[in-house]
Antibody, heavy 120, light 107 residues
């Protein structure tokens, strides 16, 4: 069974850091692009970041310079290092596997998400 | 690229047809996906490439369109179809962008 499980969310003060993890199973992790998408409470979906199979990284303007995406194919895991956190970063963060690798491959399989709350 | 969905809320009776619209602010050819999100759950991919159903998606879900105008049609609504639906473009990214969503509710 294809599965993604996020972890690492929690309560953090403004300016603080968190590292989210996404553990994958049931597929050849190294063959797929991976994405992070967030959803603030009661709001819509916002794409955050993606990493390709060649470890090429992509970011939304709102997190560029503060967040870093990475992957460890040996551990079948993707990570999102979040620094300089702001109240506006509070959301459920979903990890998602793309349909393939490269252009034209949208997020397909999603984890259940991990909640990040930025508050003093 | 800004994605605009309409209507924001659609009230439909079970068994009826529902038509959801999505407009892109510029040409995205057919790099358009639709997702369903039920309350408290993660999104689920329904359609990609504007009209290709994802694995396991029932035939009552169909997508159409190209360029800037797209449609998701639910031919005969079942109780499990009441949810929020999002369109997403993946033609010119970053960033990938989502529409604001259409909530399909029971009439």
């Amino acid at each position: 069974e294809v599965q993604l499980v996020e972890s690492g969310g929690g309560l953090v003060q403004p300016g603080g850091s968190l590292r989210l993890s996404c553990a994958a199973s049931g597929f050849t992790f190294s063959a797929y692009d991976m994405h992070w998408v967030r959803q603030a409470p009661g709001q819509g979906l916002e794409w955050v970041s993606a990493i390709g199979t060649g470890r090429d990284q992509y970011y939304s303007g709102s997190v560029k310079g503060r967040f870093t995406i990475s992957r460890d194919n040996a551990k079948n895991s993707s990570y999102l290092q979040m620094n300089s956190l702001r109240a506006g970063d509070s959301a459920v963060y979903f990890c998602a596997r793309a349909t393939c690798s490269g252009a034209g491959c949208p997020p397909e399989i999603w984890g259940q998400g991990t909640l990040v709350t930025v508050s003093s | 690229i800004v994605m605009t969905q309409s209507p924001a809320t659609l009230s439909v009776s079970p068994g009826e047809r529902a038509t959801l619209s999505c407009r892109a602010s510029q040409n995205i050819t057919t790099y358009l996906a639709w997702y369903q999100q039920k309350s408290g759950q993660a999104p689920s991919l329904l359609i990609y490439g504007a009209s290709t159903r994802a694995a396991g998606v029932p035939a009552r879900f169909s997508g159409s369109g190209s360029g800037t105008e797209f449609t998701l049609t639910l031919s005969s609504l079942q109780s499990e179809d009441f949810a929020v639906y999002y369109c997403q473009q993946y033609h010119l990214w970053p960033p990938i962008t989502f529409g604001g969503g259409t909530k399909v509710e029971i009439k």
